[in-house]
C-alpha cells in the first residue's frame, strides 16, 4: 500500500471511457448486443468490463489491472481506504474465478468482489454484485 507505489507501466489493458464508443469502434451492430449471439461471446466479456471500469471510476475509485505468476490476472484492484480489494467482473452468471481464487488464498484480503449477472449475496469475504449495482459499490462495501 498504496496502490500507485506498485504501479507497473509493463503491465496494462487498454479501455475506451465509453462502452458506446468501444461498440461503435468495433464495428458492432447494437442488435447483436440487445438480441444476444453466440459470436457475441468472446467480446461480451470485455465490452462488461468496460462498463464496470467507467462505473467505478465514476465513482471516484482508482482500479488497476494486476497481473501474477504469469497465469492469472485480477480484472481490477483498488485501494478502499485502508484496504485493497480484488475485482472479477463476469458478463454473465458463469462465476468460475481461479484468479480470486488464488489471490485470495496468497494475500488473504478482507474483501473481495465479483461482479456478474448474479443476485447480491455475501459468502465470507466475497461480496457478488450485480452489474446494475455497480454504482453502488461503495454503500455494498461499507456494510
Given at each position: 500500500?498504496?496502490?500507485?507505489?506498485?504501479?507497473?507501466?509493463?503491465?496494462?489493458?487498454?479501455?475506451?471511457?465509453?462502452?458506446?464508443?468501444?461498440?461503435?469502434?468495433?464495428?458492432?451492430?447494437?442488435?447483436?448486443?440487445?438480441?444476444?449471439?453466440?459470436?457475441?461471446?468472446?467480446?461480451?466479456?470485455?465490452?462488461?468490463?468496460?462498463?464496470?471500469?467507467?462505473?467505478?471510476?465514476?465513482?471516484?475509485?482508482?482500479?488497476?489491472?494486476?497481473?501474477?505468476?504469469?497465469?492469472?490476472?485480477?480484472?481490477?484492484?483498488?485501494?478502499?481506504?485502508?484496504?485493497?480489494?480484488?475485482?472479477?467482473?463476469?458478463?454473465?452468471?458463469?462465476?468460475?474465478?481461479t484468479s480470486l481464487k488464488v489471490y485470495n488464498d496468497m494475500n488473504k484480503p478482507?474483501?473481495?468482489?465479483?461482479?456478474?449477472?448474479?443476485?447480491?449475496?455475501?459468502?465470507?469475504?466475497?461480496?457478488?454484485?450485480?452489474?446494475?449495482?455497480?454504482?453502488?459499490?461503495?454503500?455494498?462495501?461499507?456494510?
Amino acid at each position: 500500500m498504496p496502490l500507485i507505489g506498485y504501479h507497473d507501466l509493463a503491465s496494462f489493458k487498454m479501455y475506451l471511457n465509453d462502452v458506446g464508443l468501444l461498440r461503435k469502434k468495433t464495428d458492432l451492430n447494437s442488435r447483436v448486443i440487445i438480441e444476444g449471439n453466440k459470436l457475441f461471446q468472446e467480446f461480451k466479456g470485455a465490452l462488461t468490463e468496460n462498463y464496470v471500469l467507467q462505473a467505478l471510476v465514476s465513482n471516484g475509485l482508482k482500479p488497476y489491472y494486476y497481473a501474477f505468476d504469469n497465469r492469472y490476472e485480477i480484472d481490477f484492484i483498488i485501494q478502499y481506504q485502508n484496504e485493497i480489494i480484488p475485482i472479477e467482473v463476469k458478463s454473465g452468471e458463469s462465476i468460475n474465478n481461479t484468479s480470486l481464487k488464488v489471490y485470495n488464498d496468497m494475500n488473504k484480503p478482507k474483501t473481495r468482489i465479483r461482479f456478474s449477472m448474479k443476485n447480491l449475496n455475501r459468502d465470507d469475504n466475497l461480496i457478488n454484485i450485480p452489474l446494475f449495482m455497480v454504482e453502488y459499490i461503495e454503500k455494498i462495501i461499507q456494510k
